[in-house]
Every structure is written in structure tokens, then in C-alpha cells.
């Protein structure tokens, strides 16, 4: 393990409101640090092209390729990268790890060419050649159609794009979308360029079909069921915040998200949680709560609270987000006893149904304790079983043994003393 490394502010994430956080943080004079796993900044929707979109961040310290894998004392982080392992100490923390895609699953959905919507999206932005080839995308939310889009640039046939609310909940949305001026223009835009592309509401996926690979996907479509041929299926159902690191730091979550005040600060001293971390609300959000966060975290309070107005409108605009795509209750019935639940350790609906607890059934088929740690079934055993996972125990992401050993020794987590 190389020598320790010391920050006044440490920004875990390079997406939107990591990048605003640093920069904000910078401009007050402070030394910041900023981590992502990632090889470059930009988070989710700038994947990598980070530096050019976002703020100016050269002045700050960049650990890329760089994950976070615990927290083990106030104060300090235990990181991993692809060389070593390395202790971070810092005064104050900006946790701004975003958010990973909301799943549930559907027959058929481990088979390869089944995907995330956003994933599948991910991957084409990453380099996957998708000339040609017919996809579909099935789930709820804006990511759908951003998705296609992305998709539809690289060359694909969007064959369908399948949403799970009915026409009057979007019809909803959109009317509600005036007060966003914005917003309302880039969906415009977005529907626009995909306008030769079907677009059902009240539609969802029921099974994914093939053997190899899938080759077709059985959509219900109000009363209508049918089959449509494809060679990628990305299905998304909206977005949950990352609160493994906020959770391991002792920040109260409520609602699946940190728990943060005006000035995005969480329940622990010193630490602040802006963007998707705190809730779901887009990236306007995510940069405002970022500028937030930096500015308190540097000292300059004032100069954040001054921000805080700005705020009210962005949560008005998750709160939509989270009424007009909600999930229909019969999208939770399309399991068979065989399907899959937890996908690293091959765990299935009926193994599962014969527990009452995350426990018990961890305990004996070790659902939720392979390399996804739960990210993915976690969620999905509390839509489908109702079940309570409070708090994830270290590491939060499979680390090396090497680096788990030079974790300091002092296990106190109470919070970070603010200079
Ligand atoms: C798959 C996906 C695709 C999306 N595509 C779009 C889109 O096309 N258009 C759109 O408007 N919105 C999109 N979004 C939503 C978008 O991400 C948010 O609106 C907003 O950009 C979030 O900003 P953020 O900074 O809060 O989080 P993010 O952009 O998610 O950034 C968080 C960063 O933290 C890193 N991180 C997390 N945990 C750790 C750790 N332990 N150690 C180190 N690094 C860590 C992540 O790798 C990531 O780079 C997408 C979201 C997802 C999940």
C-alpha cells in the first residue's frame, strides 16, 4: 500500500454534482480530491467527456479508475484502484456517488442481449457496435427515450419504446412539464427525432425470448399481448440512489436516499450527499445541489445558502418524476417460480417466496452476497418480498485482501469534526 493521502475536501463521484462540488469547492481556495471509478469524469450521462462539459476542475486532485470501498473511521477512506489500495483522510466529504438503474425481473431476463436500458445505452456510448441491429426499450421514465436516442445516433432500429404508465399519466407529465420550460423543450426534441419510432404507453415486458441469446420479447400492450423481434432489450424502470457510502458512514437514508438539509448536508458532521445520492431529480439538480454542497463544505455558507431558493423547483420537479412514473402493481406478476432473482448466485422467485426476511434467506441461499453485493436484488426482494435492508456492511464493492488490510485499525464512525 502506497502512503496515505490527506485532502481538505474529498468528492466521491465525477458526474454532475461531483464536478460542480469540486469546482465550487476550488474557486473558495480549498485542496480538493476527487474519486471515481471511472477512468474519466462525467458521470452517468457525460460518460468520460467529464472535463469538457462539465466545470473547469484541473486544479483538483483526480484519483480515477479509483473506487471507494469503505469507510472504515471518521475521517478517512479506504480506496482501491487498479494497482493499490490507499487510505484517504480528509476534513469534509462530498458524497456524490449518483444513482444505478432501478430493475425488476421478467423471465428471461438474464439472457445475454437483455440489459438496463440506461446499460444498454452505457454500453453504445462505451463502443458497442449496435449498426443494424433491432432494439428494444421497455421500463418507465425519461431515460427511455434518451436511451433510444443514443441508440437510434449509433445506427440501431429501435423497433419499440414499451413505458409502463398509461397515456393519461404521461399526458399528466408533459402538462406539468410547463413549468420547465427546459425541460419541456428537450423532451420535445427528443420525441421529435424519435418520432418514426412506436411509442406505447401502458405497455410492458412479460417475457424475453430466446435461447442462446434473446432473439424477441413478449410485450402486453393494454389487453393486446405480442411478440416482437429484436436483438438487444434494455429495460430500465427509473433510477435508485447510490446510499451504500452514506449509509456505511453512519448518514441517515429515508426513502431509499440521504437524508440532507437545505445546504445538502447530511445527518453526519461534515459530510453533504448532493445530486441523485440525496433523490432522484435529474442533472440540473444534481449541478445545483453540487455548487451547494462545494461551497459549504469550503466555508462559504453564505455564499451557498444564497443557492438554496434555486433548489425548490428542482425538488418539485423529482416529486413529478416519482408521481406520474410509478409502478403498476401487476408489473411485480410476471415471475415464474424459476426466474431468477439473485443473478450472482443463481438464486430463483421459489427458493426465495419461502423466506420472511433478507436475512434468513442470505443466511441460506446467499442471495445478495455475490459481486453485486446486493445492488441489484436488494431493491428488487423489497419490491417483490417487502423486505428491509438496513445498512450494508464493508466492503462496499469487492475489494482485493491486500487493500482490506490496510484499513486503519480505529473503528470509530461517528463523523467528521468540520474545521
Ligand atoms: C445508466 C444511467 C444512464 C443515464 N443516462 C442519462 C441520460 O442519457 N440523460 C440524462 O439526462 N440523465 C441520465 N441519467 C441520469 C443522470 O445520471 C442524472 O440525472 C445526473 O447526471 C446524476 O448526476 P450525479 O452526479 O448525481 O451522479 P452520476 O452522474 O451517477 O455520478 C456519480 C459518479 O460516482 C461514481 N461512484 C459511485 N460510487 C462510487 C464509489 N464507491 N467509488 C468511486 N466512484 C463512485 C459513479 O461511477 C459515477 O461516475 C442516467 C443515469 C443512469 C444510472
Redesign the pocket.
Known amino acids: 500500500m502506497s502512503a496515505e493521502l490527506r485532502t481538505n475536501i474529498a468528492v466521491?463521484?465525477?458526474?454532475?454534482?461531483?464536478?460542480a462540488a469540486a469546482h465550487a469547492a476550488l474557486a473558495q481556495g480549498a485542496d480538493v480530491t476527487l474519486?471515481?471509478?471511472?477512468p474519466s469524469p462525467?458521470?452517468?450521462?457525460?460518460r468520460g467527456t467529464g472535463l469538457a462539459r462539465g466545470p473547469n476542475v484541473k486544479q483538483a486532485r483526480l484519483l480515477a479508475s479509483?473506487?471507494?470501498?469503505a469507510a472504515p473511521q471518521a475521517g478517512s477512506l479506504l480506496l482501491e484502484s487498479m494497482n493499490e489500495g490507499q487510505v484517504l483522510r480528509y476534513r469534509r466529504l462530498v458524497v456524490?456517488?449518483?444513482?444505478?438503474?432501478r430493475m425488476l425481473p421478467f423471465p428471461g431476463w438474464t439472457l445475454p442481449g437483455v440489459t438496463?436500458a440506461?446499460?444498454l445505452?452505457?454500453l453504445v456510448k462505451g463502443g458497442l457496435d449496435v449498426r443494424g441491429q433491432r432494439a428494444v426499450l421497455a421500463g418507465s421514465g425519461?431515460?427511455l427515450l434518451?436511451?433510444a436516442a443514443?441508440l437510434q445516433q449509433a445506427g440501431a432500429q429501435v423497433v419499440l419504446i414499451a413505458e409502463q404508465v398509461s397515456a393519461a399519466a404521461l399526458a399528466r407529465f408533459a402538462w406539468a412539464l410547463r413549468a420547465y420550460p427546459d425541460k419541456l423543450m428537450q423532451a420535445v426534441a427528443l420525441r421529435w427525432s424519435l418520432r418514426a419510432v412506436p411509442y406505447h404507453s401502458h405497455a410492458h415486458v412479460l417475457e424475453a425470448v430466446g435461447d442462446e441469446r434473446v432473439r424477441g420479447v413478449r410485450i402486453q400492450h393494454g389487453e393486446r399481448i405480442r411478440e416482437i423481434a429484436c436483438d438487444w432489450l434494455g429495460v430500465g424502470f427509473g433510477?435508485i440512489p447510490?446510499t451504500?457510502?452514506p449509509q456505511a458512514l453512519g448518514c441517515d437514508v429515508a426513502h431509499g436516499a440521504a437524508v440532507v438539509d437545505a445546504l445538502v448536508h447530511t445527518s453526519v458532521a461534515g459530510v453533504y450527499a448532493?445530486?441523485?445520492?440525496c433523490g432522484i431529480?435529474?442533472?440540473d439538480k444534481?449541478q445545483l445541489e453540487?455548487r451547494i454542497a462545494g461551497l459549504a463544505a469550503a466555508g462559504a455558507d453564505d455564499a451557498a445558502r444564497a443557492l438554496v431558493p434555486r433548489r425548490a423547483p428542482q425538488l418539485r420537479f423529482a416529486s413529478l418524476l416519482q408521481k406520474h412514473f410509478a409502478l403498476r402493481p401487476e408489473l411485480l406478476q410476471t415471475l415464474r417460480p424459476d426466474t431468477l432473482i439473485c443473478r450472482c448466485e443463481d438464486v430463483s422467485h421459489a427458493q426465495l417466496s419461502q423466506f420472511d426476511s433478507s436475512r434468513e434467506a442470505k443466511l441460506l441461499t446467499r442471495c445478495g452476497m455475490g459481486a453485486c453485493q446486493a445492488r441489484m436484488c436488494g431493491p428488487i426482494c423489497a419490491d417483490l418480498y417487502g423486505w428491509v435492508v438496513d445498512g450494508h456492511r464493508p466492503p462496499?464493492?469487492p475489494a482485493r485482501l491486500a487493500t482490506l488490510m490496510s484499513e486503519p485499525s480505529n473503528h470509530d464512525r461517528k463523523g467528521v469534526q468540520p474545521s
Open positions: 466521491v463521484g465525477a458526474g454532475p454534482a461531483g464536478l474519486i471515481d471509478d471511472n462525467g458521470g452517468q450521462i457525460w479509483t473506487r471507494v470501498v456524490a456517488t449518483g444513482a444505478r438503474e438496463g440506461g446499460g445505452q452505457a425519461p431515460l434518451a436511451a443514443v433510477l447510490n451504500e457510502l448532493p445530486g441523485e445520492a431529480g435529474g442533472v444534481a453540487g462496499l464493492q
